[in-house]
């Protein structure tokens, strides 16, 4: 991520959470931090943090959200299964896989 980028994650967190004292040096711990890392991830880490929680996050969770990445996991592998049930399901009826991908990225989308 940008020093922009970082500095908007800074200041949502201090915006979210006005009673967190965070100094310059604390500032810069977060930048170190937060520099090189996927900007997006950490902004929806961030805001899923925001959303959930009344207590100010810790760099950690920025950078992590286990709890949302549980879900990521599950949500992939209900897909994965999911997928699987279709494919089987388009063979049996249709005796190929001709089209099926295209037919899963529609399927997909609607889930």
Known sequence: MTKEE???IITMV?????????D???ISVWFRFLIDKDYKTCLRNLIYHIENNPFPPSIADVLNNSELSK????????LSELKEI?????????GTLDGFENYWQQRKSEL
């Open 71 to 78: 879900k990521d996991c599950e949500r992939k592998r209900k």
């Open 14 to 22: 201090m915006g979210a959470y006005p009673r967190l004292d965070l």
């Open 86 to 94: 279709e494919r089987n399901k388009w063979v049996n009826d249709r």
């Open 24 to 26: 310059e040096e604390k």
């Open 6 to 8: 970082a500095k908007e």
